[in-house]
């Protein structure tokens, strides 16, 4: 039988989801589904039908959890809620570093996908080609759980595993995103690759946040890369080596081995050699990107 | 907290156009079903269910959504707006008004979540830049009109503009059309074309006739219209692309299994368990019969009620499947042992020829040669309509209702699977959201005929969901092409000679079409003396590989005209004087012996084009001066295109009435499957007749009351259908004037049950309420019949395939990313010889289309069985990969065609794909071998072509 929950507090879906964990078996059919903006079930349901499969029937809907609404600012965090959307993002008056995130924003589906799907359940399916993930890697940003046993936060590297795999627990819920203020200077940038210009997975993506001291020279560093392994991934080597670098020169410190971490497959949309390459290229031009004024703006 | 005491169903309200609703639901139906199947608002489309295509978009809470990813549950206490509710404000009507007016809407199926996401758009912005309305409505895919006059539509909607003025301007700015030898003027009505021979319907650009019911939501399409009785057919099928089976207890598992009525088997067919194109060939199964030879093979068809089919669990079913190994590609199928089909043991279906001269002596004389191998894969068809429809039985007739391009193919092949005379099965033609070939097969109809066969009175209706229409219906052939081609010194064409595989997939379906077109047509619109083209089909576990625009010819066209690119370079003379110096003229030669007798409008083409090649040649080699990773490449190629049938008698007969009150009612056969034909031939027989078009009602594709007007492809029914429709106007207007003994240049006053007719002076009348009545009721008609002229090819391919043919140049100019090997198309200009263009603005459509699906087959279009089986990963263009086209019409008349028209459906798509290559490889200097050229690709064969 089909269960469809649609609580109205946080508390009340952390005991449902307490139950749910406690009394059902961890199958991916009979366990309580999390679903926000739905546009990642709708799909996934879809396919399983055309081919007469069964699908999660358990949902526990979150949409009218209003305390997991809306982007706020904290005290020292930007707070992105577990239902807000990628067009919330979007209308949010935010810091330049941010903008890497909002030209995602603007590049996950159409218009309408925007309007309904939320950036923590991009993160949630933890698709290797989620454009969110690498802008809020960049941002260094961190993921807050709740269950009923209380709050735990991890860094977004820890929180997705690999393709499809989290470190969700059944009984948890990821309320929100957070976000350290950025420092005065950060600014960034997201580069998307596909082969068509609307409504396309990502070949390759790149994120890039830049924050210079007083004489432009590279203070700190975050740059992630999507689609190019099972779960997106910063660049540590290449952030180390961009400290004290000028941004105009920073393009050039890029070669093949600082993207050694990648891990990128053959698909029906690039093979695993181009993937690095472009991932190169791509790194190259959003730093480019970044020391000219013009780009920066969202 | 709230939990639900029923937890399968939800209480939820709605408001919807303003109408208040209270539900009783399953929380987790999508808003797209709750709009169309519970409150009857159809005009919300359904085109993938997963956000992929925007066709279901609405107005939710003030912003644009996808109604198929919204659970009714999240819908609850919403304020929704359909495409219904539009009207409703006066923005909402500017807009519709807007897309009639400016051509935005073609076979109309994404024309709703166009128009909802337009209308969310100009709420926040009344005065969009272009960027602003790709912005908004780039999550919307349509197939027919490659966006531009989309655009068009929407940046106009609220502009304060004058009207007409917007189309001069977007003449100027975009690139509109220009006519041969008439010049736009500032005041013409209605457009900037002149009427030439007399004030009438021809030459204008009228608003579609049938788009009313596109743009306000009540045109039923495929799955808009069954009774509310009707049951649910759905069909299991193959996710194997090679295997034998065998069913266990069918009858216990319906039996224990609720809402299920019957189910069906290969044993369940009265007539004959077969269909195909070619009455020699009817290789396919409606229901495999313990083999399928390809991955999405029905197997069985459930009936029942729509929960239950749709809650069916594969492994429920009694199956048992013992796979076999698949022959996947050509390699494969001509390895494959056994064979796929017992009646070609060589697993090779059919060949086609044609010789002229004598290739092998000619070669070795040249001065010039080149030659290489090229290979595309399978293309899919992508409509946004799935497809869809119901039918009934009553007494020993079935009717069936579906999205079709050929009502009468299908009702023959529904009464063979039937085993009843044809005369007991009606086809009604629903509004068809797009074809372009693939629904000329037929797909639900032997189905829904069948299970209907066996439930008499009941209705049964079926919508293949997108995943079932990509993994079961036609795509375009996968060709691997061997081609080589000669000239002499001063680059005249000397010889040419094509080998060239296609792969059928598992059944025949259009082959032979193929087979025969290609080579007439592979050495392309030039004169040459000497000519092999050689075609054959090979049998594969791949989905059937069927009609689509073009028959083959886009894929030969981009082997043929790289190889004119090479022999230009070798001689060293530019690429479009190349094809001038070799372009088929009237009193020419063609390779299968037929002297063109009029009509051949190349040399024009290329004419007109030079200015603009020029232009874009100067550009790229100015903006390649400058350092960057972009290279700027030009490209150019040609085409030509018969058209009609091949070799065959395809006549096409159109009736024109007048009943008692004064009525005109065109009955017309052909189906418009969103290119535009109801309003073309209504222009058509409007003129013929000297009555004004608006007065004239059409029906529309009914097998029991319209003639055969042949099927809708070949770009045959303006030519075709035209022609008789022009004739029937004729007939009907010589009756009226014989009755009245008028002249022939007498005018007649039509819109009353008194006909008004005036010769020189003399006034007389003639009361239709006075005459007899026909059979249907009407009181005057006129029937003409056009077949249009060819005779049969001989065994080395000689002979008049076609009456005449259409011709076009297309120059590309476009950028590509040395480092990442990514291509944005910029400006395309197509010139294009359509005979006379009956609406240039339909003509225009058609060519932004054709261009769309080229500028696809391209660079992204690749259908993998298994792989890319929906629309995220099956990439079409988006309206932000569509280039600024200007078009330029060449009208070289034709004297068979109605007031001199020829067609242009597929003549639109074939040069883009080989001109786009042209560009490539004068940007970068690599030769793309390989359709799509993926970014991946391209890098590729950049990276090779350093090393």
């Known amino acids: 039988m089909a269960t469809w929950l649609r609580p109205t507090t946080l508390e009340d879906a952390l005991k449902a989801l307490a139950a749910d964990a406690a009394n059902r078996p961890d199958n991916a059919l009979d366990r309580l589904v999390p679903l926000a903006g739905g546009t990642d079930y709708f799909p996934a349901v879809k396919t399983r039908q055309a081919w007469f499969q069964p699908s999660p029937r358990r949902i526990l809907d979150l949409s009218a959890i209003g305390d997991l609404a809306g982007v706020v600012q904290e005290p020292g965090v930007l707070r992105i809620g577990a239902l807000a959307t990628w067009t919330a993002i979007l209308d949010a008056p935010l810091h330049p570093a941010f903008d890497g995130l909002k030209q995602a924003s603007r590049q996950v589906g159409g218009v309408q996908i925007q309007n309904r799907g939320t950036v923590v359940g991009n993160i949630c399916n933890a698709s290797p080609a989620a454009d969110g993930v690498p802008p809020l890697l960049a941002l260094d940003a961190q993921v807050e759980l709740a269950s009923l046993a209380g709050r735990r936060r991890l860094p977004l590297s820890q929180f997705i595993l690999g393709n499809r795999r989290t470190a969700l627990q059944r009984d948890e819920l990821v309320t929100a995103v957070l976000v350290p203020d950025p420092l005065e200077s950060e600014h960034s940038i997201f580069l998307k690759l596909g082969a068509r210009a609307y409504l396309v997975i990502s070949i390759a993506s790149v994120a890039a946040n830049i924050a210079l001291d007083a004489k432009g020279r590279i203070l700190g560093a975050r740059i992630a890369v999507g689609a190019c392994s099972a779960a997106p991934q910063r660049l540590a080597l290449l952030e180390q080596r961009l400290l004290g670098e000028t941004l105009e020169a920073a393009p050039r410190t890029v070669d093949a081995s600082m993207l050694a971490a990648l891990d990128p497959i053959d698909d029906v949309r690039a093979t695993a050699v181009y993937r690095r390459d472009a991932a190169a290229t791509l790194v190259r031009r959003a730093l480019a990107g970044l020391a000219m004024p013009q780009e920066r703006a969202a | ?947």
């Open chain 2, 1 to 947: 907290m709230t939990l639900h005491h029923r937890p399968d169903t939800v209480e939820i309200t709605l408001t919807v156009n303003g109408n208040d609703h209270l539900l009783t639901i399953p929380p987790a139906t999508r808003l797209s079903e709750v709009l169309r199947d519970h409150l009857g608002l159809t005009g919300t489309k359904v085109g993938c269910d997963a956000g992929d295509c925007g066709a279901c978009t609405v107005s939710l809470a003030g912003q644009q959504v996808c109604a198929c990813l919204v659970p009714a549950a999240q819908a609850d206490g919403g304020q929704i707006i359909t495409v219904e509710g539009l009207a409703a404000s006066q923005a909402g009507q500017l807009l519709q008004a807007s897309f009639a007016k400016h051509g935005a809407v073609q076979c109309g199926i994404c024309t709703p979540g166009m128009l909802m996401a337009a209308s969310d758009l100009l709420a926040r912005n009344t005065a969009p830049s272009r960027a602003d309305i790709m912005d908004a409505l780039g999550g919307v895919l349509c197939r027919c009109t490659g966006y531009e006059k989309i655009v068009d539509a929407v940046a106009a909607a609220l502009s304060p503009t004058p009207s007409g003025e917007d189309v001069m301007q977007s003449m100027t700015d975009e690139g509109g059309s220009l006519i041969s030898g008439v010049l736009p003027h500032p005041t013409a009505c209605g457009g900037h074309l002149l009427p030439r021979e007399k004030e009438g319907a021809i030459g204008q650009r009228i608003p579609k006739l049938d788009g009313a019911s596109r743009i306000d939501g009540s045109a039923l399409f495929g799955a808009d219209a069954a009774p509310a009785d009707a049951l649910w057919l759905r069909a299991i099928r193959s996710p194997h692309a090679r295997a034998q089976f065998a069913f266990g207890d069918l009858a216990a598992w319906t039996k224990a299994t609720p809402g299920i009525t019957r189910v069906f088997t290969a044993r369940d067919v009265p007539g004959h368990n077969s269909f195909g194109v070619y009455p020699d060939l009817k290789d396919q199964p409606v229901l495999a019969d313990g083999h399928v030879r390809y991955r999405g093979e029905a197997i069985l068809a459930i009936l029942g009620e729509r929960k239950a089919v749709d809650a069916i669990c594969i492994d429920d079913l009694p199956i048992d499947w013992q796979i076999e190994p698949a022959a996947i590609g050509i390699a494969a199928g001509l390895k494959a042992d056994p064979p796929l089909h017992a009646f070609k043991p060589d697993n090779v279906l059919t060949r086609g020829l044609v010789e002229c001269g004598d290739v092998l002596a000619a070669f070795p004389t040249a001065a010039f040669t080149a030659e290489g191998h090229y290979e595309t894969g399978f293309v899919e068809h992508a409509y946004i309509e799935p497809e869809a429809g119901y039918a009934i039985r009553r007494g020993d007739t079935v009717q069936v209702f579906a999205c079709t391009q050929a009502p009468m193919m299908d009702r023959d092949e529904v009464a063979r699977v039937l085993g009843l005379p044809v005369g007991d099965v009606v086809i009604l033609a629903s509004a068809c959201g797009g074809g372009f070939g693939g629904k000329l097969d037929v797909s639900v109809q032997p189905l829904i005929a069948l299970a209907a066969w066996h439930c008499p009175g009941t209705p049964v209706r079926c919508v293949y969901n997108r995943i079932e229409s990509m993994a079961s219906t036609t795509k375009r052939h996968p060709s691997e092409v061997f081609a080589r081609a000669s000239c002499d010194a001063d680059g005249s064409l000397l010889s040419f000679e094509m080998d060239a595989d296609f792969n059928t997939g598992a059944y025949a379906s259009w082959w032979p079409t193929v087979a025969n077109r290609v080579p007439v047509h592979a050495t392309g619109p030039y004169k040459v003396p000497h000519v092999r083209n050689r075609t054959r089909a090979i049998y594969t576990n791949e989905t059937p590989a069927g009609a689509f625009r073009g028959f083959g010819i886009p894929q030969a066209a981009i082997a043929q005209e790289s190889l004119y690119d090479t022999l230009a370079e070798k001689v060293g003379i530019d690429r479009l004087e190349f094809r001038l110096i070799n372009a088929l003229r009237v009193g020419d030669r063609t390779p299968t012996g037929q002297v063109l007798q009029a009509s051949a409008g190349l040399a024009e083409c290329l004419e007109r084009l030079k200015p603009g090649w020029r232009a874009m040649l100067a550009d790229a080699a100015a903006f390649n001066r400058s350092t960057g990773h972009l290279s700027r490449g030009v490209g150019i190629a040609c085409m030509w295109y018969g058209i009609g049938n091949t070799s065959m008698s395809n006549p096409s007969t159109m009736r024109l009435t007048l009943d008692a009150s004064g009525a005109i009612t065109f009955w017309n056969g052909a189906v418009d499957i969103g290119q535009g034909s109801t309003t073309v031939l209504g222009q058509i027989a409007a003129d013929a007749l000297g009555a004004p078009v608006h007065l004239i009602r059409s029906v529309v594709g009914d097998t029991d009351k319209t003639f055969d007007a042949g099927k809708t492809s070949a770009s045959r029914q303006t030519f075709v259908s035209g022609k008789a429709a022009e004739l029937a106007g004729k007939a009907l207007r010589a009756e009226i004037l014989r009755r009245t003994n008028a002249g022939p240049e007498a005018s007649i006053a039509f819109g009353d049950s008194v006909l008004k007719v005036e010769d020189n002076g003399r006034k007389t009348a003639l009361d239709l309420g006075s005459l007899p009545l026909l059979a249907d009721g009407t009181v005057l008609e006129g029937i003409g019949t056009f077949d249009p002229p060819t005779t049969p090819l001989d065994a080395q391919g000689q002979g008049v395939p076609y009456a005449t043919y259409g011709f076009a140049a297309q120059a590309v100019s476009l950028d590509v990313d040395r480092d990442l090997g990514t291509v944005k198309v910029r400006k395309i200009i197509a010139a294009h010889d359509v005979g006379r263009s009956i609406n240039p603005m339909l003509v225009e459509g058609q060519i932004h289309g054709g261009i769309a699906q080229g500028l696809g087959l391209a660079l992204m279009e690749e259908f993998i069985p298994g792989r890319t089986e929906n629309l995220h990963d099956y990439l079409i263009p988006t309206f932000g990969d569509m280039p600024e086209i200007e078009i330029i019409l060449v009208e070289a008349h034709e004297p068979l065609g109605p007031s001199g028209a020829k067609g242009i459906g597929e003549p639109a798509l074939i040069p883009t794909a080989p001109a786009i290559f042209s560009a490539i490889r004068h940007a970068v200097g690599v030769v793309p071998r390989k359709a799509p050229l993926l970014p991946h690709r391209l890098w590729e064969l950049m990276r090779g072509s350093e090393a």
